[in-house]
Nanobody
Framework: QVQLVESGGGLVQAGGSLRLSCDAS????????MGWYRQAPGKQRESVAA???????NYSDSVKGRFTISRDNAKNTVYLQMNSLKPEDTAVYYC???????????????WGQGTQVTVSS
């Protein structure tokens, strides 16, 4: 079994910062892509940022320049540093990872349970 556990959400004023963490644990041989998605009330889940095991990163246009994704491969952990937060960043943030349990097995897609980020104006 594989688990993704997020932490670090909360309430912050506009212009503030938060740092999200996501720890992957369980039967893990390797992790390909790790990333963050978010879902605001009444909206579809959207990709925020992602990073490969080799360090390539991409961001949605809405967070580029404000959010930074990073990853500790040794700890199977991904982070999302969120600066200059805006009320429109308010959402449940979900961690996502493509994980292989065995050396010659397929990658499966896993999700965390989500952490609430609320930005007040």
């Amino acid at each position: 079994q594989v688990q993704l556990v997020e932490s670090g959400g909360g309430l912050v004023q506009a212009g503030g910062s938060l740092r999200l963490s996501c720890d992957a644990s369980g039967s893990i041989f390797s992790i390909s892509i790790m990333g963050w998605y978010r879902q605001a009330p009444g909206k579809q889940r959207e990709s925020v940022a992602a990073t490969t095991s080799g360090g390539r990163k991409n961001y949605s246009d809405s967070v580029k320049g404000r959010f930074t994704i990073s990853r500790d491969n040794a700890k199977n952990t991904v982070y999302l540093q969120m600066n200059s937060l805006k009320p429109e960043d308010t959402a449940v943030y979900y961690c996502n990872a493509l994980i292989r349990a065995m050396g010659n097995g397929p990658f499966y897609n896993y999700w965390g349970q989500g952490t609430q980020v609320t930005v007040s104006s």
